[in-house]
């Protein structure tokens, strides 16, 4: 049988009982390392499972796969993934690689961001689509997900963006000599994620877009948020120039941007971690 289990979001006593369980009896265990992070790290999980974790990569995910999946007819082998096992597309892909193998599967679910970010107190059924905000390069600055949060301010929604998380990744210079070097692993912050947004603000009104017309800008309400699920998490509620000077510690970091008009429990939550006083009314563009 494979597994695949999700671990939570804060450390090691957050796995299910179910998938803890299914962890002591499996004969492999691979910890999957590229999508998400625990903040405790994988010797604090070997201790609390008393038993070694093999790490999968990013490579061994999504290009060696079957070696995960190797045996797994006959033995029993665990995939655990940080937060949900369906919070990323390549554990989909695992799963549909075990189908097309006849390997028997079974999926332990737990929380993971998707669903953990109501403790800043926006209303969950009140978020549009999820945005991603990649790292920018000299000659790489994609923004298409713009559209996407325009769209769910359009419609009254909040939209949760989730910020890069940079693991294993090859150099350019590794890869033009196709040597494994690879670049020191980075996370995204709140502040680097605003510093980003603001730039898209003035290059959609270089383009003449006007204030009205725009998704947000510089005085747009934003919550900030760090570790959720830890004893460390962090919350911050503030303006959008302001998110971009915030230090919110160490990650992961994610950012909310809320609907213009809020429910009066949303603003009463929210207040407790901001420093202005919240309105009733709109809140950003």
Known sequence: MFYIIGLGLGDPKDV??????????????????????????QKALEDFYGRPLIIADRDLVEQEAATILDGADTVDVALLVVGDPFGATTHTDVIIRAKELNI???????????????????QLYSFGETISIPYWSDTWQPD?????????????????????????????????????????????SVA???DQLL????????????????????NSLFVGVARVGHETQSIVVCTLSQMAETDLGAPLHSLVLPATKLHPIEIEYLQQFSEEKLGEGEHGT
């Open 104 to 122: 028997k599967y079974q999926v332990i679910h737990n929380a993971s961001i998707m669903n953990a970010i109501g403790c800043c107190g926006l």
């Open 16 to 41: 299910t009982v179910k998938g803890l369980e299914i962890i002591k009896k499996c004969e492999r265990v691979y910890l999957e390392s590229y999508t998400s992070i625990l903040t405790c790290g």
């Open 199 to 218: 730039q898209i603000v003035k290059k959609k009104r270089d383009e003449g877009i006007n204030s009205a017309e725009l998704a947000y800008d510089e």
């Open 192 to 194: 680097e994620a605003a």
């Open 144 to 188: 298409s997900f713009y559209d996407k949060i325009k769209i769910n301010r359009d419609n009254g929604y909040h939209t949760l963006c989730l910020l890069d998380i940079r693991v294993k990744e090859p150099t350019l210079e590794s890869i033009m000599k196709k040597k494994k070097e690879y670049q020191p692993p980075r996370f995204m």
